[in-house]
């Protein structure tokens, strides 16, 4: 979640539709930077041996970095450490930061800041630091000792998701309920205690595939508003396929609503083609990106959207731009740009069909996206596209990049690096 910011508006009037936030919620962090980062990555980050970066997140000068992995090195390379699924370094010279060392049996898929710049974690595990924890927990970000009195645990499955505003966090995945209280997919938790809140408690039915489950959430700015997507295809008994809005103040949906992902763009085995959602730094719009099945069909399968953040009822996309055939996964919003990394080849691609078409431009696995115009910018460092980009994560001075390869802008860079502001 990115803390509030101005931004110029996109279209004529649309922005007084908007019920726009003059504050925020979320804990004290350094605003993502305005322009556009360089495209020559900083020599300071360490490497990520194995495995794959899920997930990172700055507080204050700590980096964290998420994920299911084994190995990391020094920026130099000169001395390697064994942390399993996450780690810290600090900001600004890539120092890893020996204390922090906490024991997760479990692929970590997401953090979010708890209180006293405390960690929250979330994802594929069931113990921590030796102590039953199934799917989050709270840890020092000093120290990496689990906090005693946050007693969260999911009852079944992992959580995917998760977002805080300091006071409350949300997880979204794939479970079905949390300290033995029935919540399918969803639920808010005290960020200090973990216990759940009992108000809040929208309703996920009628799966379109697989198991009901929130795939990916964001909060809004100034905490109002939670999108959420997944298999769902009702919340709270109403039409809503696969994406929808919360109001968290009274818990209950908003009447925002869009049909623009009833498309069939994937296959048997995948349950959502859902992926990543930011809001704007100032609440007044988000965008999404999608994934897919091996085949181009049409719809917005692998497609960065923006949707304006309103009340309006069969909402359409302000703008699409669409892969022409391959998946997104992250996407980081800025005041001038939306970043978006997976593991496509080209943007500007309508007409594309695992080809560049009319219009198209060259953009391996990453690229950012003019917020009004919804097309390409310059912006072209390139990196190895494996699987993808799964995680980004904007700063006042920059924007970190984590995936599953080692080259990033033709350099020697594995699995995580930062691309400093111009």
């Not at 199934?134 to 000792?145: H, K, P």
């Not at 990106?289 to 309006?312: H, I």
């Not at 892969?323 to 990394?341: F, I, K, M």
């Amino acid at each position: 979640m990115n803390p509030a910011r101005s931004f110029v508006a996109l279209t004529m009037g649309s922005l007084l539709m908007l019920p726009l936030a003059v504050a925020t919620a979320a804990p004290a962090a350094a605003a993502p930077h305005q322009g556009v980062v360089g495209e020559r990555p900083v020599g300071w980050t360490p490497h990520v041996l194995d495995g794959s970066v899920k997930d990172i997140l700055r507080i204050g000068d700590t980096v964290v970095v998420a994920g299911e992995f084994g190995r990391i090195a020094d920026a130099d390379e000169n001395r390697t450490h064994d942390r399993r699924n996450l780690f810290a370094f600090r900001h600004g010279d890539g120092e890893i930061l020996t204390r922090f060392a906490p024991s997760v049996d479990g692929e970590v898929t997401s953090l979010a800041e708890g209180p006293d710049g405390s960690l929250i974690i979330g994802g594929q595990f069931r113990r921590v630091n030796g102590q039953s924890s199934r799917g989050v927990a709270r840890i020092d970000t000093a120290t990496g000792a689990t906090v005693t009195g946050f007693g969260a645990t999911v009852d079944n499955g992992s959580v995917y998701r998760l977002a805080s505003d300091g006071t409350d966090v949300y997880l979204g995945g794939n479970f079905s309920g949390v300290n033995g209280e029935r919540r399918t997919g969803l639920a808010r938790v005290d960020a200090r205690t973990g216990a759940v809140d009992a108000g809040f408690a929208p309703t996920l039915a009628e799966q379109r595939r697989g198991s009901l489950r929130v795939q990916e959430l964001a909060l809004s700015p100034d905490g109002r508003r939670l999108a959420i997507n997944g298999t769902f295809t009702k919340v709270d008994g109403q039409d809503r396929y696969q994406i929808a809005m919360v109001d968290t103040g009274s818990g209950t949906l908003t009447p925002w609503s869009t049909s623009a992902y009833e498309a069939p763009c994937d296959y048997s085995r995948m349950h959502t083609y859902m992926r990543q959602m930011d809001f704007s730094p100032d609440g007044s719009y988000f965008a999404v990106v999608t994934a897919g099945g091996p085949q181009v069909k049409p719809g917005l399968c692998k497609s960065t959207a923006r949707f304006e953040n309103t009340d309006e009822a069969g909402a359409e996309p302000t703008w699409t731009n669409l892969t022409g055939g391959d998946s997104l996964y992250s996407v980081e919003v800025t005041s001038d740009a939306v970043y978006v990394g997976g593991h496509q080849r080209w943007m500007d691609n309508e007409q594309g069909a695992l080809n560049p078409g009319p219009g198209s431009v060259a953009r391996e696995g990453i690229a950012a996206v003019h917020p009004t115009t919804g097309r390409a910018l310059e912006w072209n460092p390139g990196r190895s596209r494996g699987h993808g980009v799964e995680a980004l994560h904007a700063t006042s001075d920059g924007l970190y990049v984590g995936s599953d390869t080692e080259r990033l802008a033709d350099a020697y860079h594995a699995r995580l690096g930062m691309f400093p502001i111009s």
